[in-house]
């Protein structure tokens, strides 16, 4: 054999090699649920399949509050998760944005129809100025989910598996200043507008969202481990998450949206949380008191109510980003709540719902 | 994404790695007859492993089907490493404005998805 057969083979053996390694060190991640590693046996057994068949893939994590069980009335379980692992919780931070209202309202700092223009002057004369604190906690002020210029941008950071949202304060007050109402009183559901009237509410505190949440809402409640980072860069080692099919996404933080989806908590804090808005001791709790005018039950400072015939009313809310997903749900009359957390964007609706409504066996 | 798409896109990956296999070792009528379409062809299967990485879910599909993607893929980049010299750059002249159109468009595309997976990490 000459050299000048020889070396086309050796550099097609080594390409191939090449071809090989690469192709076999880049493997696709392909997450399945965890097995039950934390937290109580029954209640894992009691979920386990309701939350594989929902599309749960690596991590979840979910409490369970009786309050007829007095202190040990509070049940955790995690697949892959304990009590301290951190997930983003998406859009359940705006009920706490809710709360917050409720809490400025009996405090006399804010009137729920005073205009979002009289505490945010930057908008004063504006569309979005002219609409109530009120109608943004229950999506019914006509401002449009997000704003309309971060439609395309949006669309190719989720395509990206990106944060979507990393407007400035400054730059949200911008674009809310450009935005026309849609179908003012009637339901849409607005990140744009609950993110506004967190910064309202923050504004005539005299102080941030971040740490309007952290004095009023999460210091008293004890969520230690429960927290909004605004920039993705600040973010140490965060728990990965998943789309529905099993694409990793990046972290969301979500910036000046915040007060929308931004708070990122543990189940261990968010135990303690339904617990709380069960026995009324949580800030602001009488913001779920249905007293609004509203579709689809968003008739509550940003908690949806649902009445059922053959079942309890339920509280709730939901919350997604790009890899997560989260719902609480409570039986106020009856004293029960649950809340499940979980590294896909994937909802688990009947897990909590489930629970809340027929417990499980112990 | 759904589970039938990324399965969609999973054999399709496998379905082109085999084709790219049997264009660099084939018979005469299938084979790659240039270098620009060897070039042409080895990028555009990168660019759809890179989109199948990236922008599949492979929870709901089976990593075998990678696996035999990449090994073909691999047999196939064999083939054109050892064919490559002995090819033309370009295989005519007939309609070569078109079949540059072709490429370009072709380059849009793979550079498009290869940004974009590139901005996803």
Known sequence: MTRNTTLPRVVAAVTAAVVLTVGLTTLPPSPHLQPHTSGDAALARAVERTARDQGALDRVALAYVDLEDGPDGTVTTGFGADDDTEFEIGSLTKTFTGNLLQVAVERGEVTPDQTLGSVLTELAG????????????????????????????LYVAVTTNRDPYEASLDELLAMAGRQELVSPGRYVYSNLGMSLLGHALARVAGTTYVDLLQDRMLDPLGMTSTRVVLEDADLDDPTTGWSASGIAQQPWSLAAFAPAGGIRSTVGDMARYVRALLDGTAPGAAAMDPHLEGELGAVAYAWLVLEQDDAPTLTLHNGQTGGFASYLALDRAGGRGAVVLSNTASQLPDVAVGLVENGYDR | MTATTSLTVALALVAFAALYAARAWGPERLRLKDRTGAVAESVGLLTLFVLSRTFVGWAGVSVLLWVAAVALAAVGAAGVVLRFAAMPAWRTRRRRWLRGARLVVAALVCGTVLALAASSY
């Open chain 1, 126 to 153: 504006t569309p979005a100025g002219g609409v109530t604190l009120e109608t943004l906690s229950n999506h019914t002020s006509g401002l449009p989910g997000a704003p309309v210029e971060m439609l395309p941008s």
